[in-house]
């Protein structure tokens, strides 16, 4: 067993960094409707259609400038001073709050809230993102799912432990610069997932 923020990990098919490689896992299962399922036409253009939208989102972030995204980073946690890094996520089992993940190699950070954070950030790093839904917008400007990446690719987290965690989330992800964020759709609790879709965030990658 691997250890990575003080905690367990299991080891993943292809390694626990995002590569091109193990990005797609394909399914003919359709992820929203149940008995539903896609046709092979459908299964190899969207698999082509997901690996250009991977190969723009990779271009992107080298365009970044990690001294810029620090800045960033820096800039939001001095106005957030209830946000505090951590090195180890044992003592979060079952701790509700705040999180951000930094995935400094991309320039990259993710805003979440949950419930149970050591739980909620184990399973970004332990999913698959489901086939169908790899691409959210269009091909041209869906950023990469937070769950696409793997546990290695979180490199910093920060935490504000607070009961009141559903009001601040949206609030959080609009004081960065929206260019160094992961977040596809508003923070907060979103009652149905076409509420997700109608708050969707994208980014121009044909850059």
């Avoid at 409707?33 to 896609?38: D, E, L, P, R, V």
């Avoid at 709050?97 to 739980?119: H, N, R």
């Avoid at 992800?173 to 994208?202: P, Q």
Wanted: with cysteine; charged share 30%; glycine share 4%.
């Amino acid at each position: 067993m691997i250890r990575h923020f003080g905690v367990n990990i299991k080891e993943k098919p292809g390694g626990l960094k995002l590569t091109r490689d193990n990005y797609i896992k394909v399914s003919n299962k359709n992820s929203i409707i149940k008995n539903k399922t896609y046709s092979n036409e459908w299964i190899e253009d969207h698999k082509e259609s997901c690996l250009y939208n991977y190969d723009l989102n990779f271009k992107y972030f080298h365009l970044l400038s990690k001294q810029d995204f620090n800045k960033e980073l820096r800039k939001f946690i001095n106005k957030n001073k209830s946000f505090k890094e951590i090195n180890d996520l044992t003592s979060l089992s079952k701790v509700p709050g705040y999180y951000i993940m930094v995935l400094d190699e991309y320039s990259q950070a993710y805003v979440g809230q949950s419930s149970k954070i050591k739980e909620r950030i184990q399973s970004h790093w332990s999913k698959q993102k489901e086939f169908d839904r790899l691409i959210f917008g269009s091909k041209e400007n869906s950023i990469l799912s937070i769950d696409s990446f793997r546990a290695y690719d979180t490199t910093r987290i920060f935490v504000f432990l607070t009961d009141e965690f559903l009001e601040l989330e949206d609030d959080f992800i609009s004081f960065f610069d929206k260019k160094y964020l992961l977040n596809r759709t508003k923070g907060g609790a979103l009652s149905e997932s076409i509420e997700a879709i109608m708050n969707r965030k994208t980014r121009d990658l044909q850059v």
